[in-house]
């Protein structure tokens, strides 16, 4: 993607702060140091602590990521998915990379559509996706902040109503994180669920929902361990992630066809066989038209967590340049090597009627047998259970960094503990720990009905929905005046990006609240739009609640870690380091 022309990245912010990082009393000496009341002194300072000391932050977390592991925060994350298909569908989301996600998926779309739609819906989700991505990725550029979205939206909101907005922002965005990473672990618990149910059937314990919630708290304490250890771990843990998801690509592309030598399905079958599975009563209820377009959630769901990038812009190397490029790189990357590979797979189906009805934990492992046999199967579960739990650790990487932010903004109740970093590894820990007690105690819903904890995890991929649609609707409209664009921007691309991706959006989050199984019972029925409204009120409620209590009474915006007289200092020293190489500089 070629740099077009645009403000530099260390454009002042306008309206967003009120103008706070305005040069109006510098204090700096000749010499370009700066010392106030004994709190700063000259130290090494990088471009990008002084863009962060203009958005009003010091830096607190450890800068030493780069280009590929923001690609691969955003890349591993990019996989929402659902339950093997069955009565009581459900609608859980993982964040992995698609060699996990697409097989999650795979049994619900050759029910809601079958092989064509399965084609037709990801290639359409797809391409849209990477649109969606670069209209995302020009504003993490201009706005590089853990806070993500959330911030982007205080800045671009204008005085009026950037607080609330913010404020609403926030929750959606934080609870769309948080919540997602049970969904991705129980995604992962089935993968290896599915494996013993090949070669123990009998085991009744295999079915049980205490054995499965078991399972899933074990796998999260794994993908904890890297977010509580050091920097250095998290990068070998990205890579060690990488590897397996080229692993599994590779057996794909190099076992399955010649497992099946001789026996592939025809292009007729692949791209025009059409399943209407979606009418489980005497009589059918849903059209064909209308179960393409539930279909679609096949590839939707797959695609998402474009801010994982921006959520480590506090620790990612010239962040301006590569938590935008890590952001659409990753979705092209995705798409580029998703779409053959969904289409190889689909020639490969040995026995659709088998596939659409099978018994485990996750069909996908119906397919597998058909393929490369049981001990085949086994294996490629096993390393999906890898896969997908090194995906839980992205998605708890994000959430954690999320809540970070949340918390230095003192959003979130208990905001000071959570806040606190690590003296030694510059790691949010508390923040950590909150996330994974959060997805263990959500993960209790699997003891009870699974169709509870669907709708949770399916409300996270609509409350995520939303808080995008809001801050392009904002960046478009009463922030339009107010975005700076950095170095990397879209140029005149921005504005029709920008539409397309508010219409994109707006419709996606409307299709998730459709039925998914007709007829329509308390067993069936999708209850988002009910958790949806449960997680909306609680965060209207906390904003208009009396006796100053409520955040309208106190919460004025993403709150600082610099005065303005700090920011002006660390701004200069950055300058002057930027424009000579080297400088002293202000350490907080």
Known sequence: ????????????????????????????GTSGERVENGDLHPQSMSQDEGLLARL???????????????WAATFAVLERVTTPYNIATTDQMQCMNFVSGMPILFGFVMMTGGPQAAFTSWTMVSLCSCLLALALAEIAAALPTAGGIYFWTYCLGGPEWAPFLSWMTAWWNWSA?????PGTQQGATKFLISALQINYPDAAILY????????????????????????????????????IFFVLLFLFWTWFPIAVAGRFQSASFVFQTFHNGINLGPKQEASDAYCWVISLLFGAWEFGGYDASAHLAEETKDASKNVARGMWLSTVSTTIFSIPTLVLILYCIQDFEALISATYANNWAEFLVQVVGPRGATAILILNWI??????????????????????????PGSALFRKVNGVNLIPINAALLVVFIAAAVSCAVLGSSVAFGAITATT????????????ITRHTVGRSRFEPAQWNLGH????????????????????????????????????????????????????????????????????TLSAAQAEALDDQ????????????IQI
Not at 56 to 70: S, V
């Open 208 to 243: 049980q929902g205490w054995f499965s919630w078991l399972v899933t708290v074990a796998g999260l304490i794994v993908a904890l361990v890297p977010n509580i250890s050091s920097q250095i771990w998290l990068q070998r843990y990205f890579r060690v992630a990488i590897a």
């Open 574 to 585: 950055s300058e002057v380091r930027s424009n000579k190489g080297t400088v002293s500089s």
């Open 493 to 560: 691309l921005a504005l029709p990006m920008g539409c397309f991706s508010i219409l994109w959006l707006t419709f996606l989050s409307i299709i998730l609240l459709f039925p998914q199984v007709f007829p329509v019972t308390p067993q069936t029925l999708n209850y988002s739009p009910i958790c949806l409204g449960i997680v909306t009120s609680i965060s209207v409620i906390g904003w208009v609640f009396p006796f100053g209590w409520g955040g309208r009474y106190w919460f004025k915006g993403p709150a600082n």
């Open 1 to 28: 993607m070629p740099e077009l022309s645009g403000s530099p990245p260390n454009a002042n912010l306008h309206g967003g702060k009120g103008n706070m990082y305005k040069r109006e009393d510098p204090l700096l």
């Open 177 to 181: 994180w948080v919540m997602a990473v």
């Open 461 to 472: 991929v609509i409350c995520q929905s939303i808080s995008y649609l809001f801050v392009l």
């Open 387 to 412: 896969d997908c739990t090194c995906a839980t650790a992205a998605v708890i990487l994000s959430a954690t960094r999320v809540t970070f932010a949340l918390s230095r903004d003192k959003i979130l």
């Open 56 to 70: 009003g932050y010091k830096q607190e977390l450890n800068r030493g990521l780069g280009l590929f592991e923001t």
